[in-house]
Structure formats: structure tokens, C-alpha cells
């Protein structure tokens, strides 16, 4: 299974972007889909989560009310609209894809994209 996450790049506080995550090799469908992000010197930290349907999402605190997450399963991608940025956004976006249950625990992901980068700057 492959992932690649695309969307990044360099906005200012306040602008939005979308990140778009497709995958390739697997059952998309059957994938409960993940965003994470890291941060330089820091660890990976989990963002959102999106269940098989698109019917149940999870969000960090963080980024609740800022971010939407959703997927296409016709398309086999997953995005994630970032709105409001801020400059503590700036980090490294990874997609990843869970067999199993939903969780905010990166070490549960089975596949990872190879990230994107966002940085968000005056």
C-alpha cells in the first residue's frame, strides 16, 4: 500500500489550505485514515482521524474547529481542510492509513505517506 500527501507550502496566519492524501495498492474503503504532523525537535503528534464511511472523524484539540478532515472512497483519498492557520501549525503532515480500529496512537497505523510540509509564516 502507498500513500502520498501533497498540498503543503508556505502561507501566512490566517490563510487555509487543503491537504490531499491518495492511496494506491490497497482496499482505501477498508482504511481508517490518519493525519499526523512533526514538528522540528518535536515528536509526531496525532491531528485527525476519519472512519471507513466518512462518517466518524476525530480531532486534536488543537486544531478542533480550525481543520475539517474527509475522504472520497470512490477517489481513495483522504484531505484535510486546514483554515485559520497559525504559526504553531508549521510541521511535517503525514497521512496514514489503520487495518484496524480507529486511534489517535501513530503506532497503531499500518501505511505512511511520505509527508508534506506546511509552514505557516509572516
Known amino acids: 500500500v502507498q500513500l502520498q500527501a501533497s498540498g503543503g507550502g508556505l502561507v501566512q496566519p490566517g490563510d487555509s489550505l487543503r491537504l490531499s492524501c491518495t492511496t494506491s495498492?490497497?482496499?482505501?474503503?477498508?482504511?481508517?485514515m490518519g493525519w499526523f504532523r512533526q514538528a522540528p525537535g518535536k515528536e509526531r503528534e496525532y491531528v485527525s482521524a476519519i472512519g471507513r464511511s466518512g462518517g466518524t472523524t476525530n480531532y486534536a484539540d488543537s486544531v478542533k474547529g480550525r481543520f475539517i478532515i474527509s475522504r472520497d472512497n470512490t477517489e481513495n483519498t483522504v484531505y484535510l481542510q486546514m483554515n485559520s492557520l497559525k504559526p504553531e501549525d508549521t510541521a511535517v503532515y503525514y497521512c496514514?492509513?489503520?487495518?484496524?480500529?480507529?486511534?489517535?496512537?501513530?503506532?497503531?497505523?499500518?501505511?505512511w505517506g511520505q509527508g508534506t510540509q506546511v509552514t505557516v509564516s509572516s
Open positions: 496514514a492509513a489503520n487495518q484496524g480500529y480507529g486511534s489517535r496512537d501513530s503506532g497503531s497505523y499500518d501505511y
Open positions: 495498492g490497497g482496499e482505501f474503503r477498508t482504511y481508517v
